[in-house]
């Protein structure tokens, strides 16, 4: 790609319609002209015999040559719209691409940003999963230090270990349990007279 400090490539349109290229020294045709806006070099076409520059209407000719050979290039509509708004709807396309262009330039940050925005989200769910963690563990603590829930508890304790015993009897005595799954009360507690 030719730096934007370098001089254009100066080429002369003869009233021929001939294009000769100043810089070396020889006729050139669309597609050429084509091919260095393609790689970005400047290029200037002027009148040969007036100076009048002829860039502008150079290059809707390669672009009309475009359209010729590759059949759709510029659809049908856009002509259209180009013919009927001329400028304007250059404009307007202008301003497309550029926001297009934007669009394209800033996907990276929008991108970056997004991805905080999620783990910011992230790291507040896991503060919350804490905070709940936390309510859940004292609520827990203060129901098993209650003085009837410890009292429940060795109640049901007694119960699993007198029903262990039985089981444990019946087994060594070759007996099986009766058949009505009755469960015999546990053995009073001193514990259990002061409610």
Do not use: C
């Amino acid at each position: 790609m030719v730096a934007a400090t370098h001089m254009p490539r100066l080429v002369k349109r003869y009233s021929n319609r001939k294009l000769y290229d100043t810089s070396e020294s020889r006729y050139v045709t669309l597609d050429e002209i084509s091919r260095w806006v393609k790689a970005g070099e400047e290029v200037k076409i002027v009148e040969n015999e007036s100076g009048e520059d002829l860039t502008a209407v150079t290059f809707a000719q390669i672009i009309l040559e475009e359209e010729r050979k590759k059949n759709g290039f510029l659809s049908l509509p856009l002509l259209r719209n180009l013919i009927q708004h001329g400028e304007a709807a250059l404009q307007g396309i202008a301003a497309t691409v550029d926001r297009g262009m934007e669009a394209i330039r800033t996907a990276p940050e929008r991108a970056r940003s997004r991805v905080q925005e999620l783990t910011n989200v992230s790291d507040r769910l896991g503060e919350l999963q804490h905070r709940v963690d936390d309510v859940v563990r004292r609520s827990v603590e203060a129901v098993t230090s209650h003085p009837t829930f410890r009292q429940e508890m060795r109640r049901i304790e007694r119960t699993i270990q007198a029903l262990e015993a039985r089981v444990g009897r019946l087994r060594s005595n070759g007996s099986t349990p009766p058949s009505d799954d009755a469960v015999p009360p546990p053995p009073p507690d001193a514990g259990d007279h002061a409610r």
